[in-house]
């Protein structure tokens, strides 16, 4: 990995839980990607790896759920990545090459975001390394189906347009989804993306829900999963940019996640935390716990195998 990727790359002054390990100890790399360029509404990601990287240093890394302890394998943390500001393309283009090297080592990388858009450049990157046998699953109280937001194409508003794009329509599954424009639900359901409102969640259960997704699971050899953390509901996260009532709880992700995780995740991203609206830092703990388990989840499937 000595190479060019490298050079954008910058070291955190905390790393992740205060743990950073060797490359040839654990999979997992930690990637901070503090994009902060097309919030609609409030922002201040830039710092949330830093605040997010500092949460986990207070919470258990055993998990009760999997019965794994994350101690045991741990994660290297790979610092920053150092971005453009003045173009958004420039910066997922950026995002696109740095993740690529990660990925295309054999990593699995968790991107600490920034915004949500992030996802357009990681995506793209596991396209690169992978192919399009390729399953995206999204938990967003948004659907971010918008072709064009304020005059951008490359607005957190159209995360999922440009990611579906790339993959089509058959590779993305949106969870959690409550704040759309009728625009977005017309297409919703004129395309049949595959999706579950955070309602429809809640009344249908845990088994049911997961029954749905390993079915779209199923249907690919690999799985992107990104976490926008408006998915849960602002009582537990209430640090985030555009903060959406009637979300999930954690147990509920929790849950969920605990049905589908298998050895096919090849990549999390953990976006959206916005420090400047979590003074109490709710937010960034629940990001570093779905950082844990989503590590625990892995671990725990590859050792069952
Ligand atoms: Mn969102």
């Not at 967003?140 to 304020?150: F, I, P, S």
């Amino acid at each position: 990995m000595e190479d060019e990727a490298e050079l954008y790359l910058v070291t955190s002054p905390y790393s992740f839980g205060g743990f950073s390990v060797s490359r040839d100890r654990s999979p997992f790399s930690i990637l901070g990607i503090p994009l902060d360029m097309t919030s609609s509404f409030r922002s201040g990601y830039r710092t949330a790896p830093l605040s997010v990287r500092l949460a986990a240093q207070n919470l258990e890394y055993f998990s009760l759920r999997f019965g794994v302890d994350v101690e045991d394998f741990l994660y290297v943390d790979e610092g920053d990545v150092i971005l453009p500001q003045d173009s958004i393309m420039k910066a997922l283009e950026v995002v696109r090459k740095v993740s690529g090297k990660f990925l295309s080592n054999g990593r699995i990388p968790i991107f600490l975001g920034g915004e949500h858009t992030l996802t357009v450049g990681t995506v793209r990157a596991a396209v690169d390394v992978y192919g399009k046998d390729l399953c995206v699953l999204v938990f967003d109280a948004h659907a971010d189906l918008r072709v064009e937001y304020g005059g951008s194409r490359y607005s957190h508003a159209c995360t999922v347009s440009r990611v579906m794009e790339l993959l089509g329509k058959d590779s993305i599954f949106l969870a959690g989804v409550r704040a759309v424009s009728k625009a977005e639900y017309e297409r919703l359901r004129s395309e049949g993306i595959k999706h579950l409102t955070a309602r429809s969640m809640r009344r249908a259960g845990i088994k049911q829900v997961a029954s749905s997704l390993h079915e779209f699971l199923g249907s690919c050899s690999r799985v992107y999963l990104s976490v926008d953390m408006d998915v849960f509901d602002p009582a537990f996260a209430p640090g985030v940019a555009t903060p959406e009532p009637e979300g999930l709880s954690p147990y509920e992700f929790f849950e969920v996640l605990y049905e589908v995780m298998n050895k096919k995740f090849i990549a999390l991203d953990v976006t959206e935390v916005t420090p400047p609206y979590d003074p109490s830092m709710i937010t960034s703990m629940l990001a570093a716990r779905v950082v844990l388990e989503f590590m625990a989840g892995i671990y725990s499937s590859q050792r069952a195998s």
